[in-house]
């Protein structure tokens, strides 16, 4: 899988992709996408094989006052078929550099289940595991 290609989605490269990035079983719809990444704070990435969208990930920096904004990656997504073939190490590897260039951020977090085996296996190559506590409740 040497030939992905990875990109962040801005308003000039927007329009190159389909109207719906079909996932699995996720529908990303561009309209959304071009509405989220209005924000500079919000990140959204894609992995394109022969102009097949293969892969998205999105992210946004949450800002604290005193400088030590940190870039929290909400969500990793590589189609099944591609997936355990490097292409979520080289994602998270293009948008952490990415990051890291921008010099806007102090750290980056990414949560996941310890029964995810593969994204555990992924993330570690990038990050420490903490163990904290997350308390989470609907609004
Ligand atoms: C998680 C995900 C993004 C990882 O991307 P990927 O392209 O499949 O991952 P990679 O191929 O780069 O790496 C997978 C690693 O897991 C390892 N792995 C796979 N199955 C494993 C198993 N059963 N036991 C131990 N290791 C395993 C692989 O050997 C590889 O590690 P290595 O690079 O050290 O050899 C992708 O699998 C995915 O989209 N999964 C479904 C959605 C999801 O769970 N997203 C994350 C939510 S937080």
Do not use: W
């Not at 308003?11 to 079983?25: F, K």
């Not at 990415?98 to 980056?108: G, P, S, V």
Request: glycine share 4%.
């Amino acid at each position: 899988m040497d030939d992905v290609e990875f990109i962040r989605l801005n308003e000039n490269n927007i329009n190159s992709i389909p109207d719906i990035i079909n996932i699995d079983d996720k529908d990303i719809l561009k309209k959304d996408i071009k509405e989220f990444i209005i924000n500079n704070d919000n990140y959204c990435f894609i992995g394109i094989i022969e102009n097949e969208v293969i892969a998205f990930l999105y992210g946004y920096g949450l800002l604290r006052p005193d400088g030590k904004s940190m870039f929290y990656i909400h969500s990793v997504d590589v189609i099944s078929r591609c997936q355990n073939k490097g292409i979520g190490t080289k994602l998270m590897e293009y948008v952490l550099k990415y990051i890291r260039n921008e010099k806007k951020y102090y750290n980056f977090f990414i949560l996941t289940e310890d029964t995810n085996i593969r994204a555990c296996k992924v993330y570690k190559k990038y990050a420490d595991k903490k163990e904290q506590v997350l308390f989470s409740e609907k609004l």
